[in-house]
């Protein structure tokens, strides 16, 4: 089952960097029809294999081997001047992650008013870090303090499916009262998730599934510094 969980972590991978096997095992410093071995379940994912998506993606070892932390680490310490372009100095349309003057944090907005073309302020280009299909927005709250900071920014990845959820990850969770930043856990009951948050002060959240009305990956999570 452990195996299982993360070759369906490595084809994640896959899916979200837009590559072909053959291109991904060619990032990796791999032979295709070993990565073919690897993802059917004929080789074990052992720390040889492993290291070579972290040195060579920049990947958690922890969110392969265990499915906690987030599947890239923290991108810390990027300049807001030279990270985040304003719509009023670019004319031309913005070109990147679009980032968004909201708190995904706050309120109950539903999801097509959350990202709505008035609330964006600017861009992030950063191709080979944030894939221009996310969403960034600012988190606000200590609730999960050590991992992300109040005033910190979240780039989100929204799910067709929400039944496929990477157990351990982080996600935003629209309920339909409250928007909650959240570890997302298996729960012993099928029919319901457990939302943790990274705080101990926190206790744990028992929701059921059914309750999600829609869920966001946190994908990176960014702590811009302004140098001013």
Sequence with gaps: MENHERIERIKYLIKELNLKQRDFAERIGIDTSNLSKYLNGKLPINDSFVNRLVVNLGVSKQWVLQGTDIPFPKNSNIPAATAIHSSDENQNGLIGTPVYDIDVTAGA???SC?????????????????????????????????????????????????????WGQIYVVLLDDYRLLKFVRRHPDP??????????????????????????????ILHLESRM
Excluded: T
């Design 191 to 220: 029919q319901k998730v457990i939302l943790r948050s990274a705080n101990p002060d926190y206790d744990d959240m028992e929701i059921e599934r059914s309750d999600i009305r829609e869920l966001m990956l946190v994908q990176h």
């Design 114 to 166: 959350l990202f709505a073309d008035d609330q964006i302020v600017g861009s992030i280009n950063m191709p080979d870090v944030i894939s221009s299909n996310c969403r960034v927005v600012r988190v606000s709250g200590n609730s999960m303090e050590p991992v992300i900071h109040n005033g910190d920014y979240v780039a989100l990845r929204e799910l067709s499916n929400m039944q496929q959820i990477f």
């Design 109 to 111: 907005v539903p999801r």
